[in-house]
């Protein structure tokens, strides 16, 4: 069988590159598109702890239900606020919508 | 190697290798194209952790819906057409976070001593989920019903503009 050190090291590592994504995008799309993988890194993470560690209660599980959900409602809202940036700023970079730099 | 390593390395490669893809492609639709492999490969991670109904949902709700409304969003505030500098000047202190980030995560993680057996896996089914979902955690279920709808309702209004424009 798998140990759970694999599924561990595997979300660290997808977790490692959303980082840098975050960090080193300056379009607003791409950062989204990294900070799906970081969530993506989480549901592994929880899901892992749940099956190998709390056979019972699974509430990891569950939870990483529920990281799908919010994150589904995460992208549609960010979407439409990139959208509007653009629309107002014709940018979708992060460094030029500096509107509220004082 | 037991042929589960070998299915988890068979799904573990394309995982990684999207997710470097989404993070440093010059192209922003092959970006989204790699976040397509990756999300579809971590559906397969999920299967091999035997959570079948999130593998489910993740391919119907990542697979298709996010990347779809993201590949939207690129033609939409046309990203294509900027400049090639898709990333800032800050990329060096970006990749060294990142890998001390990875580092500490990963040396924490394996130097760890877990409090049960970590070497085999405990079926849960899609029934148990169900249950458990609309009885223990039926107040949270609610909430994040609630919460979408908020989320689609501002989307709707954000995305659509004043009146006359």
């Given at each position: 069988?798998?140990?759970?050190?694999?599924?561990?090291?595997?979300?660290?590592?997808?977790?490692?590159?959303?980082i840098?994504?975050?960090?080193?995008?300056?379009?607003?799309?791409?950062?989204?598109?990294?900070?799906?993988?970081?969530?993506?890194?989480?549901?592994?993470?929880?899901?892992?702890?749940?099956?190998y560690?709390?056979?019972?209660?699974?509430?990891?599980?569950?939870f990483?239900?529920?990281v799908?959900?919010?994150?589904?409602?995460?992208?549609?809202?960010?979407?439409?606020?990139?959208?509007?940036?653009?629309?107002?700023?014709?940018?979708?970079?992060?460094?030029?919508a500096?509107?509220?730099?004082? | 190697?037991t042929?589960?390593?070998?299915?988890?390395?068979?799904?573990?490669?394309?995982?990684?290798?999207?997710?470097?893809?989404?993070?440093?492609?010059?192209?922003?639709?092959?970006?989204?194209?790699?976040?397509?492999?990756?999300?579809?490969?971590?559906?397969?991670?999920?299967i091999?952790?035997?959570a079948?109904?999130?593998?489910?949902?993740?391919?119907?709700?990542?697979?298709?819906?996010?990347?779809?409304?993201?590949?939207?969003?690129?033609?939409?505030?046309?990203?294509?057409?900027?400049?090639?500098?898709?990333?800032?000047?800050?990329?060096?202190?970006a990749?060294?976070a990142?890998?001390?980030?990875?580092?500490?995560?990963?040396?924490?993680?394996?130097?760890?001593?877990?409090?049960?057996?970590?070497?085999?896996?405990?079926?849960?089914s899609?029934?148990?989920?169900?249950?458990?979902?609309?009885t223990?955690?039926?107040?949270?279920?609610?909430?994040?019903?609630?919460?979408?709808?908020?989320?689609l309702?501002?989307?709707?209004?954000?995305?659509r503009?004043?009146?006359?424009?």
């Amino acid at each position: 069988m798998i140990p759970i050190n694999d599924f561990l090291v595997l979300s660290s590592i997808l977790f490692s590159l959303g980082i840098y994504g975050v960090l080193a995008r300056r379009s607003a799309v791409l950062i989204l598109m990294s900070v799906e993988l970081m969530l993506q890194a989480v549901s592994i993470n929880f899901i892992a702890f749940a099956v190998y560690l709390s056979p019972q209660a699974f509430t990891g599980l569950i939870f990483a239900v529920f990281v799908i959900t919010i994150a589904a409602a995460e992208v549609g809202l960010a979407l439409a606020i990139i959208l509007r940036l653009y629309r107002n700023k014709a940018t979708a970079n992060v460094d030029e919508a500096d509107m509220m730099k004082w | 190697m037991t042929y589960e390593e070998v299915i988890f390395y068979v799904v573990a490669v394309p995982t990684v290798v999207g997710a470097i893809g989404v993070v440093t492609a010059r192209n922003v639709v092959h970006s989204a194209l790699f976040l397509i492999l990756s999300l579809l490969s971590v559906a397969g991670i999920f299967i091999l952790l035997s959570a079948e109904f999130l593998a489910i949902v993740q391919v119907l709700i990542y697979g298709g819906a996010v990347t779809i409304l993201v590949l939207f969003a690129m033609m939409l505030t046309r990203v294509r057409d900027m400049p090639a500098a898709l990333d800032g000047p800050q990329r060096p202190f970006a990749a060294l976070a990142a890998g001390a980030f990875m580092v500490v995560s990963i040396f924490s993680m394996v130097s760890t001593e877990w409090p049960s057996d970590t070497n085999k896996i405990n079926v849960i089914s899609i029934q148990q989920i169900g249950n458990d979902l609309f009885t223990t955690w039926a107040v949270p279920f609610e909430v994040a019903s609630l919460v979408l709808m908020v989320a689609l309702l501002g989307a709707i209004v954000l995305a659509r503009g004043e009146e006359g424009e």
